[in-house]
C-alpha cells in the first residue's frame, strides 16, 4: 500500500441504473458540435475539425441533487448534452470500431460561467474556469449500452421551470459518437472510466438560483438539478 503523505481522494463516479456506480477517470467535452449552437457562439460549423476541453472528474454532480450557484459570475448557462462512458480505452480507434469501446450513456449538463469564459476568449486566454468550476457537470444515471444500443438520434431537450429551453435530435450531431471517440483517441489514448460530454444544441441561456433544470435524451434518460 502506498504511503501517502494526505489522505487519496475519493474515486469519482456515477450511478448506473440498475445498480452500481461507473468509475470516472477524464472528462472531455466536445465544443460546439451543433451547427446552430455553433452559429449562436459566433462560429462556422462547416469549417471547423472537432475540438475538446475537459471538467474535473469531481465536477460531475449526481442526478436531482442541487447545484450551487458558482461564485465570480453573473452569468451560469445551461447546456444539454448526451454523455458517452468509455469501457475500453485505446488510440488510434478506427471510427468503425469505436462503438465497441462504449460502455454506456447518460443525460448531462455542461453548466458554463459564460461571462468568465468570454471575457477569456476576448484576452486569448484558456477558458478552464469558465467551464471547469465545481459541480459544473450535473449528470444523470448512467445506462448500458448493452441495454439501450447506440443512440444517433432521437429527442434531446431540456426544459427550465417546466418550460423548455433547450430542444433538438442526436441526429444533428456535426461529430457522430463514432467520428469524435477516433478523432478524441488520435489525441490522447482513452481509458476505462473516461465520459465524453458529446455537445449541446442551440439557445443556451442563463439560469438563476431556484431554477429547475430538467433535461431528457430520448434512448437514453433523464438529468435533473436546481440552482441554489
Same mark, same amino acid.
Given at each position: 500500500?502506498?504511503?501517502?503523505? +494526505?489522505?487519496?481522494?475519493?474515486?469519482?463516479?456515477?450511478?448506473?441504473?440498475?445498480?452500481?456506480?461507473?468509475?470516472?477517470?477524464?472528462?472531455?467535452?466536445?465544443?460546439? $458540435?451543433?451547427?446552430?449552437?455553433?452559429?449562436?457562439?459566433?462560429?462556422?460549423? &462547416?469549417?471547423?475539425?472537432?475540438?475538446?476541453?475537459?471538467?474535473?472528474?469531481?465536477? %460531475?454532480?449526481?442526478?436531482?441533487?442541487?447545484?450551487?450557484?458558482?461564485?465570480?459570475?453573473?452569468?451560469?448557462?445551461?447546456?444539454?448534452?448526451?454523455?458517452?462512458? +468509455? !469501457?475500453?480505452?485505446?488510440? $488510434?480507434?478506427?471510427?468503425?470500431?469505436?462503438?465497441?469501446?462504449?460502455? !454506456?450513456?447518460?443525460?448531462?449538463?455542461?453548466?458554463?460561467?459564460?461571462? *468568465?469564459?468570454?471575457?477569456?476568449?476576448?484576452?486569448?486566454?484558456?477558458?478552464?474556469?469558465?467551464?471547469?468550476?465545481?459541480?459544473?457537470?450535473?449528470?444523470? %444515471? *448512467?445506462?448500458?449500452?448493452?441495454?439501450? !444500443?447506440?443512440?444517433?438520434?432521437?429527442?434531446?431537450?431540456?426544459?427550465? $421551470?417546466?418550460?423548455?429551453?433547450?430542444?433538438?435530435? %442526436?441526429?444533428?450531431?456535426?461529430?457522430?459518437?463514432?467520428?469524435?471517440?477516433?478523432?478524441?483517441?488520435?489525441?490522447?489514448?482513452?481509458?476505462?472510466? &473516461?465520459?465524453?460530454?458529446?455537445? #449541446?444544441?442551440? $439557445?443556451?441561456?442563463?439560469?438563476?438560483?431556484?431554477?429547475? %433544470?430538467?433535461? #431528457?435524451?430520448?434512448?437514453? !434518460?433523464?438529468?435533473?438539478?436546481? +440552482?441554489?
Amino acid at each position: 500500500m502506498a504511503d501517502y503523505v +494526505i489522505s487519496p481522494p475519493a474515486i469519482a463516479s456515477v450511478p448506473v441504473a440498475g445498480g452500481g456506480s461507473f468509475p470516472v477517470r477524464r472528462v472531455f467535452c466536445v465544443g460546439r $458540435n451543433y451547427a446552430e449552437h455553433a452559429r449562436e457562439m459566433g462560429s462556422d460549423p &462547416d469549417r471547423e475539425p472537432p475540438f475538446f476541453f475537459m471538467k474535473p472528474a469531481d465536477a %460531475l454532480l449526481p442526478d436531482g441533487a442541487d447545484m450551487p450557484y458558482p461564485p465570480q459570475s453573473s452569468q451560469l448557462h445551461h447546456e444539454m448534452e448526451m454523455v458517452v462512458a +468509455i !469501457g475500453e480505452g485505446g488510440a $488510434n480507434i478506427a471510427e468503425a470500431d469505436a462503438l465497441r469501446h462504449v460502455w !454506456g450513456y447518460a443525460a448531462g449538463l455542461d453548466m458554463t460561467r459564460r461571462d *468568465l469564459q468570454n471575457a477569456a476568449k476576448k484576452e486569448g486566454k484558456p477558458w478552464d474556469m469558465g467551464k471547469g468550476f465545481d459541480w459544473s457537470a450535473p449528470i444523470g %444515471l *448512467l445506462v448500458p449500452a448493452s441495454k439501450v !444500443g447506440h443512440p444517433a438520434k432521437g429527442l434531446i431537450e431540456l426544459k427550465v $421551470n417546466g418550460k423548455v429551453r433547450q430542444t433538438s435530435d %442526436l441526429s444533428k450531431m456535426i461529430w457522430s459518437v463514432p467520428e469524435m471517440i477516433a478523432y478524441l483517441s488520435g489525441l490522447v489514448k482513452l481509458a476505462p472510466g &473516461d465520459l465524453i460530454y458529446s455537445g #449541446t444544441p442551440e $439557445n443556451v441561456a442563463a439560469v438563476q438560483r431556484g431554477d429547475l %433544470l430538467e433535461g #431528457t435524451v430520448e434512448g437514453v !434518460g433523464s438529468v435533473k438539478t436546481r +440552482i441554489v
